[in-house]
């Protein structure tokens, strides 16, 4: 018989928005794509109400233009806040101090090493390649 476990749906959600907003600057990215996305189909309704306004005449006044400013404006927001969100990430993930370099030539001299003694890094103990 299955263990039934008890975990809150809130506190699963938390979890994944925190693993979404913890790791990596996607969501600050993906912002910043829907916010330019969001524009351009703007402007290109902005286009089409022009042109039928100009064949056709004006059905509501004042419609057009307002929905046209209130969508470019939110999608100019947008934008703003995802590029200021890309800097944030970027400062984020410079104050890890990290050293990217340091990792890769650690990880490619195991490598070679256990390619050299024909084993692989994960058959060696954790101390043998920590002396590498």
């Not at 410079?94 to 003694?117: D, G, M, W």
Request: charged fraction near 15%.
């Amino acid at each position: 018989m299955e263990e039934q476990r008890n975990f809150p749906w809130f506190s699963l959600l938390n979890l994944a928005v925190e693993g979404l907003a913890s790791f990596s600057i996607a969501p600050l990215r993906l912002c910043a794509y829907a916010g330019s996305f969001t524009a351009a189909v703007t402007l290109l309704y902005a286009g089409y109400i022009l042109m039928r306004t100009l064949v056709r005449g004006i059905d509501v006044p004042g419609y057009a233009s307002l929905l046209v400013a209130i969508l470019l404006f939110g999608s100019l927001q947008l934008i703003g806040m995802g590029l200021l969100g890309e800097y944030v990430g970027r400062i984020y993930m410079e104050t890890k101090q990290r050293p990217v370099y340091l990792v890769r030539s650690f990880h490619q001299a195991a490598i070679e090493n256990a390619a050299n003694c024909g084993t692989t890094v994960a058959d060696r103990p954790v101390g043998q390649i920590r002396a590498l």
